[in-house]
């Protein structure tokens, strides 16, 4: 008995020295290891495997493409390149009322330039758009026609909620969870696009929002720390808003804010005093860093990240994207 104790102990002390790995460097004998490295460069690391999934991505579009138009070139007797030339005269001709539109629109980048000596371009930009989309609808047919399933896979990341509010149902299919900054611009200018995406998915999406308040913002923290106080008594979503929607984020906007929203002051100014959300915040900057962001706004979409102030057009793609991907995967 006693010599298998020994036995157990020796191999264990074995263990623990072959598991500890070598430092990748030694500065004046301090060992730097590769966890450290990992850690250090995981925000770089992150950006290389989305971009090279998007390469992957659009590489397998093309093959796609490529596969289609041969599957049904051959089931009509032609070849892809009639088929491509056939959509391609599908395209109509841009209207007068179209090319004003677009010149209208642009004016202010078009500067001095009257429609005439912009027309040509003008109409060669909307022949291009119509054509696009023209073969992107006639391909998504395609699509259905010869059953398309991609099983690349996305990178990425496990991010939890952190108990933050949530807007939207638990179950829903998407779950984004932002990472963010009341002072941020890019924050307030990404708001469009949150908004829209809400408006647009409704309960097909769950929003979680979490604290990262830059050190070069002096007012971000104080706002985070109001809107938790906000959350104490149950008004977060309301506060949260109209610190996106604010120039001004100094105390005295705090609490006018909170008056608007109907709080109890004498509650919240003491709330604010204490700092009593400061953990919270903490956590959320912690949590962050571990995911690699090292900025704001990070979105986290079913743990596919996008990095800055995106339109909505790149949320669409993930989104679209993601709950083909649930679709696909639920037995039929």
């Excluded at 102990?9 to 460097?25: T, Y």
């Excluded at 005439?116 to 259905?144: C, F, H, M, N, T």
């Excluded at 408006?199 to 938790?228: M, Q």
């Amino acid at each position: 008995m006693r010599t298998i104790v020994l036995t157990t102990m020796i191999l264990g002390l074995f263990a623990g020295v072959s598991a500890a790995e070598p430092p990748v460097a030694t500065v004046g004998g301090h060992p730097i290891t590769r966890a450290e490295l990992d850690k250090h460069v995981k925000p770089k690391l992150i950006e290389i495997d989305n971009e090279r999934y998007e390469a992957l991505r659009d590489g397998l579009d093309e093959l796609i493409t490529i596969e289609l138009y041969k599957q049904e070139a051959k089931a009509r007797g032609m070849t892809p390149e009639a088929l491509q030339q056939e959509i391609a005269g599908k395209v109509a001709e841009p209207t007068d009322a179209e090319i004003q539109k677009v010149y209208d629109d642009n004016k202010q980048a078009l500067k001095d330039a009257t429609l005439e000596s912009v027309k040509p371009r003008i109409v060669e930009y909307i022949k291009q758009q119509k054509a696009a989309q023209v073969e992107q609808d006639y391909l998504d047919g395609l699509r259905k026609k010869y059953a398309t399933v991609v099983i690349l896979q996305p990178p990425k990341i496990e991010v939890g909620t952190g108990g933050r509010p949530e807007r939207g149902p638990k179950n829903a299919p998407i779950t984004i969870i932002e990472f963010s900054d009341y002072e941020c611009p890019f924050c307030k200018k990404a708001e469009e696009s949150v908004q829209q995406v809400l408006k647009t998915y409704g309960d097909k999406v769950r929003f979680v929002y979490r604290d990262f308040p830059l050190d070069i913002h002096a007012s971000a923290r104080p706002a985070s720390e109001a809107a938790h106080c906000a959350q104490a008594q149950g008004k977060f979503w309301e506060y949260h808003d109209k610190l996106m929607a604010a120039t001004d984020l100094s105390a005295d906007k705090f609490k006018t804010l909170a008056d608007e929203v109907k709080l109890d002051r004498a509650k919240f100014d003491e709330c604010i005093a204490k700092q009593q959300f400061k953990a919270d915040i903490d956590k959320d900057m912690e949590d962050a860093t571990d995911v690699g962001v090292t900025g704001t706004p990070a979105f986290f979409i079913n743990g596919r990240m996008i990095s800055g102030a995106e339109p909505f057009e790149k949320f669409k793609e993930i989104i679209d994207d993601e709950l083909a991907h649930s679709k696909a995967a639920k037995p039929s």
